[in-house]
Structures are given as C-alpha cells and as structure tokens.
C-alpha cells in the first residue's frame, strides 16, 4: 500500500492504494464519482476520459500511484458553479449528443481538451480528436455538431442524418 | 492483474538502482504495459515508473541533432518537435488517439517493439542513436525482432538522438480497428543518402528496405521505384491482410512518403 493524495474536482482526497489499483477503480469503487465509465477496460473506448494535471487520460490505463499530487478532473466537476450545465454539456443536450449515455462523460471530457487546444475546430478536426472514444448508439453526427456548437460556431449547415 | 507495488523514482540512478530488483520492471506510459498485466501476460513485483524522472522529459536540439528524453510523451514530442523535425513530430502526433498520446512514451514504443508501432521506424530511417543508462545503441542494431531488442535486463532507454534530415515523411496505411499501422514507410533523405524503413509488415519486426534507399538516393522521387518490387516472404499475414497485400503497400507507402516529404 502507498499513500496517495490528489486534487479530486477541487478537493484534497487521501488513499492508501495497491500498486495495481486503476485510478478508474479509485474514482468509481472508493470515492463512489461512478460518473466515469468502463466500457473495454483495453484503453480503446475512452469511456473512462478524465482530465489529469489539464490533460485527457484513460483512467483504466493509468495507476492512482501515477496521479499522486496530481490535479484530477472527472464529469462531476464539469458542472457550473451553481450546478447547472456548462456550455459543452448544454450543447450536447441541446443538439441530442447522446441517446443512452454510457459514452458522454468521456465525450464531454475530450470535447473539453479539444476546445482549449483548438477553441474553433472545423468538422474534420472534431472527428480526428473524437479517435478515442466510441460511441455505439448517435453514429456521432450529433456529438460533432454538439461539440461545434459549444465552440460557438454555427451549425445549421451540418448533416443531422 | 496480478499484485506489485509501484516506486517513482526522480533519477535515472535511482531508477536504475531500483530495477535491480527481483522481477521489477520500467513502466513508461503503461499504454502498452497495463493491458498486459490486465490480461495477466506480465507478473513483475514492483514497476519502477519513469515519469518522474527529470532527466528523461523534454525535447531538445543541439546543432543537427533532436534529442528525445526517454519519458518524453507522444503529445509533447508532436508539439515540441514540428520546428525541428517535422516528419517525426507528424508521427507522434498520429500514434494512437489523444488520450493515449498523453500518456505513451518514445521509449515505452522503442524499447517494446512492437512489429506495427510507429516510433522503430522513425529510428531507424533517422539513423537514430538509442540512450540506455548505460551505453549507446545504433537504431541498426537496436530492433532485432519482432518485440525484441538489444536491451539488457534492467536497462532503460534514457533518451534517444536523430540526426535531423533534409526531408522526411511517414505515411501510415492504418488498420481501422486498432488504429495501428497495418503498413507504415518512414523516409528520411540525408546529405548522403537516403534510408527507407519499414513497420507493420514484417515477421521480423521493422525493417530497411535497401533496394528503394539505394534507387531514391539517386534520385529522390516515386519514379524512381517504379522498376522495384517487394518479396511476400515474411511478410505477415492475418485476417487484415495477406502477405502479398502488405508487400504491395511497401510500395505503395513509400511512394507516397517521397511525394509528400517533396
Ligand atoms: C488505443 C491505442 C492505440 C495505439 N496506437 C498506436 C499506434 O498507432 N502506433 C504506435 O506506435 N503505438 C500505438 N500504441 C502504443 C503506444 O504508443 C504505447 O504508448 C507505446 O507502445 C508504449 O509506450 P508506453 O510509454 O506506454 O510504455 P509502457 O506500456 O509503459 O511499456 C511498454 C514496455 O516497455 C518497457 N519500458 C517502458 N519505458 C521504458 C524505457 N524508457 N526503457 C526501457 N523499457 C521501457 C516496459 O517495461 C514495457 O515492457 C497505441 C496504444 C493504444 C492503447
Ligand atoms: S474503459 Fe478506458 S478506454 Fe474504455
Ligand atoms: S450515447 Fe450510447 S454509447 Fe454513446
């Protein structure tokens, strides 16, 4: 066992974790933020997207141990401050982003990193950036257009088949 | 997984010393590791992770040469290095997906091996130079198969060099499922000759395609291959594709990486 202490959405949280232990598993089983999802567990869906020290990582392909000191941003802490929506959630609301969910909370982690590194990306480079993360159900059209309208840009012209 | 502890050392001393250690192992970004020890192919007692050690982060230049830290990530390599060598940061900046760029490393890929990762051929066309913790490795005689290399038990890759060429490009012929290169040709032209590497292809893990380097280093254009052919033998074939398929993208790729590196 090691000792483990991070920023978890602005707050100080400290574990003792096995070497073995997924910071996923940490998020989900110990500190019950069930927001991030397993979907493969082989680093292929990004499900399980969570931001590390401002970054996109699969955190079922990253030990808690690595993220000690660390600043961790999962679903939970995407919110306004007054609990409401952010841009990026509303815009996947808005725009039907989503149908049963299960790959939103990693969608909307990866739209956040996209937009701080490319806050007007164009279609192409939407679909590029989304590699990682598999959707089975919106056939990603909605997701593309939600992510271009939270980026501000009009997307009136884009398919909605 | 099995159990094992984890140390994070912030030396390549201390790393070193560390991995003396019955059954430990180096874990870079684990984008290749922790799937393994998940489908519990690996059982090391302890990971010595070198994402702390300061010594193996960053991207630097001196004179014609880029260095690599061995910790360095795909992410930081793709934005760090498209001033100086453009070709390489180009195909750190295609490994994989985001996500996986933030965590893999240069010398996770090299020192695996993988017979279809994209970083062995880059070494290799660049002529690079593999830094261990302990000596200095030419790219010719570092991959040595498929998921071997010529790494010792308990050394590390602490950075690697490439000499910065004229012109480069890779073109990665991708397969759609694992977003790896189902063939994968890195070209790098130098004042005296050009060399021609190749990934994805063959049972024997990343090779140099020497008839095409001796042709284009006459002349350095996709004409000058059209006399040329690759052999299917050892060429790997699966249900993405045969032998012969991949043997013809050899050519293909390579065609291709001279006319876009122009
Ligand atoms: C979804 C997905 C897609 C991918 N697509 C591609 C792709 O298109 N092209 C590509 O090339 N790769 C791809 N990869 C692999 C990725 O590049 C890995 O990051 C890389 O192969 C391993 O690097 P790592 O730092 O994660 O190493 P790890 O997984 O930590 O380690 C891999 C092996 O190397 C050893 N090791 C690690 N660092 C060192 C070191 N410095 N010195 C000596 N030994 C060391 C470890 O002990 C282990 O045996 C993909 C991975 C995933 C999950
Ligand atoms: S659960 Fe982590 S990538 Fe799928
Ligand atoms: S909405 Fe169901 S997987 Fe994306």
Redesign the interface.
């Known amino acids: 066992m090691?000792k483990v202490t991070m920023t978890i959405n602005g707050k100080s949280v400290s574990r003792d974790v096995?070497?073995?232990t997924?910071l996923v598993s940490l998020l989900r089983e110990d500190l019950h933020l069930t927001g991030t999802h397993v979907g493969c567990?082989?680093?292929q869906c990004?499900a399980c997207?969570v931001h590390v020290n401002g970054?996109?990582?699969?955190s079922c392909?990253?030990?808690a141990?690595?993220a000690?000191g660390a600043e961790v941003k999962t679903i939970e802490g995407m919110a306004n401050a007054d609990g409401s929506l952010n841009v990026i959630q509303q815009a996947f609301q808005d725009h039907h982003g989503l149908q049963c969910g299960f790959c939103t909370p990693g969608m909307v982690m990866?739209a956040t990193?996209?937009l701080k590194e490319n806050p007007k990306p164009t279609e192409q480079e939407v679909r590029v950036?989304l590699?990682?993360?598999i959707c089975r159900c919106t056939g990603y059209h909605n997701i593309v257009k939600a992510i271009m309208a939270a980026s501000g840009q009009d997307v009136s012209a884009i398919a909605a088949e | 997984m099995y159990a094992f502890d984890i140390e994070t050392p912030t030396t390549i001393a201390d790393a070193v010393a560390a991995l003396k250690a019955d059954e430990a192992q180096p874990l870079g970004g684990g984008q290749t590791l922790i799937p393994t020890l998940k489908a519990r192919l690996a059982a090391p007692s302890k990971l010595i992770s070198l994402a702390r050690v300061a010594d193996m982060q960053g991207v630097s230049v001196a004179g014609d040469t880029l260095r690599i830290g061995g910790a360095t990530t795909h992410a930081t390599v793709a934005s760090d290095a498209a001033q100086s060598y453009p070709g390489l940061a180009a195909l750190a900046g295609h490994i994989g997906d985001p996500a996986v760029r933030n965590r893999g490393t240069i010398g996770g890929s090299i020192a695996n091996n993988d017979p279809a990762a994209c970083y062995p051929a880059a070494a290799l066309a660049s002529g690079a130079t593999i830094v261990t913790d302990t000596r200095e490795i030419a790219a010719d005689d570092f991959f040595v198969g498929m998921f071997e290399t010529a790494l010792a038990e308990g050394e590390i890759v602490t950075a690697v060099s490439f000499p910065i060429p004229q012109a480069a490009n890779y073109q990665k012929f991708v397969q759609p499922a694992s977003r790896f290169s189902l063939v994968g040709v890195f070209v790098a032209k130098y004042a005296d000759g050009v060399r021609v590497a190749v990934t994805g292809a063959s049972e024997g893990g990343v090779f140099r395609w020497t008839e095409a380097e001796q042709a284009l280093s006459s002349d350095f254009s996709a004409d000058a291959l059209k006399d040329l052919s690759v052999s299917a033998d050892g060429m790997i074939s699966d249900l993405h594709g045969t032998g012969d398929y991949r043997a013809h993208l050899v050519k293909v790729m390579t065609g291709r990486a001279v006319k876009a590196a122009g």
């Open positions: 090691t096995e070497g073995q997924l567990d082989t680093s990004g997207t970054k996109s990582v699969k392909t990253m030990f141990a690595e000690d990866a990193s996209l950036y590699e990682g993360n």
